[in-house]
């Protein structure tokens, strides 16, 4: 099973007889769970209740959730004027328009939201947390579904960028022994040049001759090392290893996405080093694809749960 995205959606909706009551979740990426609760006036009182299922249900995410009420048909039906509250209203809009012409007139829709004016049919509170739970409990497969199927397609991204710098490690492990022994040859050349211009016009001996060829080769053996990235592509290589372990890993386990963020720094690190001591045009290239394929794994890491 892949790991979740922290991109999802998921609604569901009941009708009941005041209307039709809807609940719909949103998320996108986001270091901790954070939720963002858009309720009516009427529903405030669940907010707690509804925080504290998300959490136990999401662990990292900006979580928006909406629930809505809209009239239906079979609600209106139920709906009856209250003559008394009616009266009441009316005689206040009257009142205000004697003493205020300039606002504008009252509309029917106007009154009709007016408190007291409308008989609506009334749900226990037991009962909306039943109709909100039975909601969220659908919208959160819905929403838990469609962040596994994102989840699943990051993972197919992130292994496939992963076989890319895999491919470039090998690579670069072939070019780097020439790599070396031209750099070497090069600096053997411009210091045999060096000392050719430091001692021109004076015969040297065979013992200061011979001291002058092993110091040329002990330099040249000390640059070589210098720019040798073999331990830089074997710990990108256990970066890489660990990667593939951690995105392998079972889905159950959480902290994946925090694990591979760290992972892409190391990398990352490595690629660095490795651009700094390459030795070669060919090195350099391949240190700046690795490091435009990390940039790209650790964009869809952020997405990971």
């Given at each position: ?66 629930v809505g009420m809209s009239r239906t048909e079979a609600s209106l039906s139920q709906t ?226």
């Amino acid at each position: 099973m892949a790991h979740p995205s922290m991109t999802g959606f998921g609604s569901a909706q009941t009708d009941c007889p005041t209307g039709r009551l809807s609940l719909e979740l949103r998320s996108v990426n986001s270091r901790y769970f954070e939720l963002h609760p858009r309720l009516p006036d009427e529903f405030r009182w669940s907010e707690s209740h509804l925080r504290e299922r998300l959490q136990a249900a999401i662990s990292r995410g900006k979580v928006e959730l909406r629930v809505g009420m809209s009239r239906t048909e079979a609600s209106l039906s139920q709906t009856q004027i209250n003559p008394a509250g009616l009266a009441s209203a009316l005689r206040l809009a009257h009142e205000i328009r004697c003493d205020h012409e300039e606002i504008t007139p009252f509309s029917v829709n106007d009154l009709l939201r007016l408190p007291g004016v409308l008989i609506e049919p009334q749900l226990s509170q037991d009962e909306w947390l039943k109709l909100l739970n039975g909601l969220l409990t659908e919208a959160l497969q819905q929403f838990t579904t469609n962040r596994q199927a994102e989840g699943q397609r990051l993972a197919e991204v992130i292994e496939h960028r992963l076989d890319q710098l895999t491919a470039l490690c090998a690579q670069a492990q072939t070019l780097v022994p020439e790599a070396i022994a031209a750099q070497q040859q090069r600096l053997s050349e411009k210091l045999r040049e060096a000392i050719g211009l430091t001692i021109a016009g004076k015969e040297l001996s065979a013992e200061h001759a011979t001291a002058l060829e092993d110091r040329i080769r002990q330099e040249a053996a000390v640059y070589g090392l210098r720019i040798d990235i073999a331990e830089e592509i074997d710990r990108l290589g256990a970066h890489l290893a660990a990667a593939r372990q951690t995105l392998n890993a079972s889905a159950n386990k959480s902290g994946i996405g925090k694990r591979l963020d760290f992972l892409t720094q190391e990398m990352n690190r490595e690629a660095n080093t490795l651009g700094s001591k390459s030795a070669s045009i060919e090195l350099s290239k391949i240190s700046i694809e690795m490091k435009l394929l990390i940039e790209q794994i650790r964009e869809q890491v952020q997405n990971l749960e």
